[in-house]
């Protein structure tokens, strides 16, 4: 069993940026690929990115150049940097774990609460 825990969502403007952060414990955390997806209102869950526990990496094509996904194993941490940030963006973030890098929800295990991030125009 992992338990997702996700923070850094908040109110940001245009252009701006902000850094989630996903704490995951669990005797075998670090062995999970992890992803980020996100969910607006009245939208389908959208794939943001995902990486391995081996740091292989893997981005939705319109994500890449303003996201940023890493993690510490070390800390069981995965972080989702968001630069120059839209109002489009505007979505709750949920982590994921699951056993493979993959884009699409069904392929992950378990979830965190999520948190929400607004951009302001």
């Known amino acids: 069993q992992v338990q997702l825990v996700e923070s850094g969502g908040g109110l940001v403007q245009v252009g701006g940026s902000l850094r989630l952060s996903c704490v995951a414990s669990?005797?075998?955390?670090?062995?999970?690929?992890m992803g980020w997806f996100r969910q607006a209102p009245g939208k389908e869950r959208e794939f943001v990115a995902a990486?391995?526990?081996?740091?292989?990496?893997y981005y939705a094509d319109s994500m890449k150049g303003r996201f940023t996904i890493s993690r510490d194993n070390a800390k069981n941490t995965v972080y989702l940097q968001m630069d120059s940030l839209k109002p489009e963006d505007t979505a709750v973030y949920y982590c994921?774990?699951?056993?493979?890098?993959?884009?699409?929800?069904?392929?992950?295990?378990?979830w965190g609460q999520g948190t929400q991030v607004t951009v302001s125009s």
């Open positions: 994921s774990a699951g056993p493979d890098v993959a884009g699409t929800g069904e392929r992950y295990d378990y």
């Open positions: 669990g005797r075998t955390a670090s062995s999970y690929a």
């Open positions: 990486i391995s526990w081996s740091g292989g990496i």
